[in-house]
């Protein structure tokens, strides 16, 4: 009945901001922010036969969250800098192969 006192002009605009309410409504509604998910890797790396163990947990946008381990080695790779897991255990394994050890992911 509202509709029908108002001009036809009027009427297109309320038809497209009501479209584009409905869309954003819509996009919050069935796309839904995605949650930080996290990846986490425990490495055992191997040197001169002395073992280390090695544990990292990392945000998908590239924020850790845990790490455990030889800070010292940390800050050699310069892990902050890294953005994820494989990134992670790549930079350890040339690390400990360059020299001369070994790296490998544990489950």
């Given at each position: ?5 108002i ?25 839904p922010?995605s ?73």
């Amino acid at each position: 009945m509202f509709c029908l006192f108002i001009k036809k002009s009027n009427r297109k605009i309320i038809f497209i901001l009501t479209i584009i309410f409905v869309a954003i409504i819509g996009n919050f509604t069935i796309f839904p922010k995605s949650h930080n998910l996290t990846t986490e890797t425990t490495m055992v790396c191997e040197l001169d036969g002395k073992e280390e163990i090695f544990y990292i947990k990392i945000k998908d946008d590239g924020e850790i969250i845990e790490k455990k381990g030889n800070e010292k080695i940390y800050k050699k790779i310069d892990v902050d800098s890294l953005k994820s897991v494989p990134e992670v255990v790549h930079a350890f394994q040339d690390y400990y192969e360059s020299k001369g050890g070994s790296c490998n992911t544990r489950k």
